[in-house]
């Protein structure tokens, strides 16, 4: 009989499969075979079967191929699918200063953002501000996370914030220590706050400590910050007196010792604890405990609510001639209860070096310098862009803002251009929002306007930043750069006067002031708009109207832009569903270069449904992701074909030429999901991110696989790109009652994934607070997803009964595994046989059995 190669057998098997193992490249959840991981299989037997679907993996042991050694590589990873692993060394920043270049009061030598506090310090004391929420601004119910909210009404509630501030000082210390900053780090910080420019300061210095020398006779006291808490050092000189050190705590209601020997601070009805001391000595270069503890001393009341306390420190004997450190450390837990809007990373682009640009708000740094202690934050928060390197370590932060607040809208939109400049846009209620060479330099009216600022590759300066908006209310919603550095905003707005130029709908149709989306381009330098236009219908008898939430651009500048409407009048062009089904659809609309419409279609079923993200494929195909509550959302080649809960999540992919869906499904559990932002990768892989309250969230190959708990966890998936399988999907949260989400999905072109939003747990699964932030335990988290590639195929080398299976010495972390059966519950176990390296190549050397053996190389 004629002896068959081996890619004769793999071309009878893959035929046998079906076309998608030819298509995906790897089995499938179509095939109902195998788990998807990042892994390549062989298998060896004696037992001819060359009719069975998995005589392709046989790697020359057929018996038609007799004596001698016979070759096969066998790929079966999904292209564009590398698995993901997260980078827990990405974005692990330490707790840096800041010197004060004006940006804060004269008073202020050196501030810090810490996890629930700002710090000052000045020459005579250190100031902690630490915020409070009022009780009035309770964390949002599950159900809310997933309602479509009204186009009208897109803004939640400002909390009202409250100081608590707590003022330390040296008792009889040096009133004029020198003060210096050490080891400076790389990152530079920046700000532009208010409309005068003599205010902004750029290029401040960030130092990892700050040093009070001499502050007693011998004695420097040194701040740091050490695995994300604040600590300070007394370092005493040898033969310099430890007895002399004391504090003085100014605006505590109450200070205590607990069992453990922590001191408990209690203020704003909360507490901060520092823990009991660690003293030691460094002998021969080894730490030598010396046992010592907080005293505290008699306190004053100068009011009912305002007390002073004193704290010194109890030491045991020690050697005298040798430096002695007292080292106590803050550990700010479990002041605030709950997690507020004005909190979160909101938005992450990556440019094409990899570096990683995160957008969000944080609390103003506002040095309370007056009594009363406890003082009142309306309207505070700053918008702030983050840029972080390759490593994840910070080059540089801008603070945008004015003296109202910046973060209204909920979502901002930020992009990178090839040059490196970051373009932001959200929302201000600030009549003083820092604007150069604005298109509009001055605000528009009603309560907020859309801004957009386009910052220098370093973050030190404004391009160019202006107002959008009318006598209305106006907000953007998401941004998108073109490759010659036009910018495209899109939103929604009240105002019957937007601005508009070469419009396609130069009026709104929002009938009794009821809301119409906008789409804007503005020209590289700012200066002009391209084209500027409303889009929408007349909206709902409800008050509702039309947004846009999500905006995309192709290489030629056509825009795809999508979002929430509940018009039955919103304008269609050659449409997919022309006609309102539900109370609110989703709409996704392609503009020319020119801003002609192309392409306008509603999407949704019965129920309420909105559209918050949209990407191009590399084929034009558009990729859709948002949230429904319809039981009848139109679904095709449906992974998940029916709605699980309240509100599930849904991503579709739709061919403009044959207008028709390539995929369409559901994604959610049984309780409520909402969807923030889609990327699509190279391969039309789709990645998602958003927050779910359900307990059986779909999940694959999981950083975490269950619900943790609180209001919501954030989750990330990602999709093939036929939508048949989920390639990764994990929940990303804590055991915290407040909101956790992902807010911000962003690619590299080097299959990493970056993720940005709101973590307010303390055992959220990835701790790297890019940004602690005055709030509830909350920080904006950055995640990154290493793509750790696509492992090698394995060569199989048979010689009798001999087989020996082999891959790159350059491949680490990979373990060889066996089974005797290809099913989704089949047990992988490892081989046995340690490996050896031969040259280039590992190897393992096996026996061939009589009956079939699959192996596979995989990363646990």
């Known amino acids: 009989m004629k002896r ?49 679907v998995w005589d392709f993996l046989r790697a020359g042991v057929d018996p038609f191929f007799g004596e001698g050694e016979e070759v096969l590589s066998v790929p079966l990873a999904m292209p564009g699918a590398d698995k993901l692993q997260v980078d ?110 003599s205010l902004w300061r750029a290029n401040i210095s960030t130092f990892a400590k700050v040093r009070f020398e001499e502050a007693y006779p011998g004695v420097d006291l040194v701040y740091y910050g050490n695995e994300g808490q604040l600590e300070y050092d007394f370092v005493v000189a040898p033969g310099a007196d430890p007895n002399v050190i004391a504090l003085e705590f100014d605006g505590a209601e109450e200070l205590k010792l607990d069992e453990r020997g922590d001191l408990i601070v209690r203020l ?88 990683a640009y995160i957008a969000g708000y944080t609390q103003s740094a506002q040095f309370p310098t007056k009594d009363p202690l406890q003082l009142a934050l309306r309207g505070t928060s700053d918008l702030f862009v983050t840029k972080l390197d390759v490593t994840g370590q910070i080059v540089y932060s801008t603070y945008l803002g004015g003296s109202g607040a910046e973060n209204f809208a909920g979502i901002t939109g930020i992009a990178v251009d090839s040059a490196g400049s970051a373009y932001v846009s959200d929302a201000t209620e600030s009549r003083d929002f820092p604007t150069v060479n604005a298109v509009q330099p001055n605000f528009g009216g009603g309560s907020q306007d859309a801004f957009v600022t386009k910052l220098s590759p370093d973050g030190a300066a404004l391009v160019y930043s202006t107002y959008l908006g009318g006598s209305g209310n106006d907000f953007a919603r998401a941004i998108a750069v073109d490759s010659t550095g036009n910018a495209y905003v899109c939103g929604g707005t009240s105002s019957t006067n937007f601005p508009v130029a070469n419009a396609l709908q130069p009026e709104s149709k929002g009938l009794e002031g009821r809301a119409n989306a906008f789409i804007t381009k503005l020209n590289p330098t700012g200066t002009a708009l391209l084209f500027s236009t409303y889009l929408g219908g007349s909206g709902a008898t409800t008050g509702a109207g039309d947004s846009a939430f999500a905006i995309a651009i192709d290489e030629p500048g056509t825009a795809y832009v999508a979002g929430d409407t509940y018009s039955t009048d919103f304008p269609t062009n050659a449409p997919f569903q022309a006609q309102l089904n539900g109370f609110s659809d989703g709409f996704f609309v392609k503009l020319t270069p020119a801003g002609a419409l ?84 190279s391969a039309g892989n789709a990645y998602v991110g958003g927050s779910t309250s ?23 998936s990602v999709l093939n790109s036929d939508g048949s399988a989920l390639m990764y999907s994990t929940y990303l949260g804590g055991s915290g009652f407040g909101v956790e989400v992902v807010r911000g999905v962003a690619l590299d072109s080097a299959g990493n994934v970056y993720l940005t939003g709101q973590a307010s747990s303390a055992d959220f699964p990835v701790q790297n607070p890019i940004l602690p932030y005055p709030g509830a335990e909350s920080a904006a988290f950055v995640v990154k997803f290493s793509s750790v590639g696509s492992l090698p195929a394995l060569k199989v080398i048979r010689s009798g009964d001999t087989l020996v299976i082999t891959w790159p010495a350059s491949v680490t972390g990979a373990v060889l595994e066996t089974t005797d059966q290809l099913a989704p519950a089949a047990k992988w176990i490892p081989v046995a046989i340690d490996p050896v390296t031969i040259g280039d190549q590992t190897a393992v050397t096996l026996g061939i059995e009589g009956r079939a053996s699959f192996y596979r190389l995989r990363r646990p």
């Open 4 to 52: 068959k190669r081996p890619t004769e057998i793999l071309k009878r098997a893959t035929t046998a499969l079906g076309a998608s193992l030819l298509a995906v490249g790897t089995v499938s959840a179509q095939t109902s075979s195998l788990a998807i991981e990042d892994f390549r299989v062989v298998t060896a037997s004696k037992v001819p079967n060359l009719e069975g």
């Open 88 to 197: 827990r060394s990405y974005g692990q920043t330490r707790l840096s200063f800041e010197r004060n270049d004006g940006q804060v009061d004269s008073e202020v030598k050196f501030l810090a953002r810490g996890p629930g506090y700002h710090l000052f310090l000045t020459q005579t004391e250190a100031v902690m501000a630490f915020q409070m929420r009022n009780a009035e601004c309770g964390v949002r119910n599950r159900d809310e996370l997933a309602s479509p909210r009204s186009a009208n009404d897109p803004n939640p509630a400002m909390p009202v914030s409250e100081l608590a501030v707590l003022r330390m000082r040296l008792v009889g210390a040096n009133f004029s220590p020198s003060l210096r900053g050490e080891d400076e780090l790389r990152g530079k910080v920046n700000y532009f706050i208010g409309n005068d420019p």
């Open 268 to 355: 704003g009805g909360q507490e901060v604890r520092w823990r009991r001391p660690l003293v030691y000595q460094e002998v021969h270069g080894t730490r030598r405990a010396i046992a010592g503890h907080y005293r505290l001393g008699p306190h004053l009341t100068e009011h009912a609510a305002r007390s002073i306390h004193f704290v010194s420190f109890e030491l045991a004997a020690y050697d005298r001639r040798l430096a002695l450190v007292i080292d106590p450390a803050l550990v700010y837990g479990t002041f605030l209860g709950g997690a507020d809007d004005s909190s979160w990373g909101k938005g992450i682009a990556v440019d094409r070096n990899g570096n």
């Open 598 to 681: 192309q392409f306008s279609s509603y999407l949704g079923g019965s129920g309420s449904d909105g559209i918050r993200g949209i990407n191009v494929g590399g084929n034009g195909d558009v990729y859709l992701a948002g949230g429904t509550g319809s039981a009848d959302f139109p679904t095709v080649n449906a992974l998940q074909p029916q709605l699980n809960g309240r509100g599930d999540v849904f991503i579709a992919r739709y061919n403009l030429a044959s207008t028709n869906f390539v995929f369409s499904t559901y994604l959610g559990g049984s309780s409520s999901d909402s969807l923030s932002r889609l990327a699509v990768d």
């Open 694 to 716: 359900s307990e059986d969230f779909p999940t694959a190959d999981a950083l975490q696989s269950s619900f943790a708990g609180g209001s919501s966890d954030g989750f990330f």
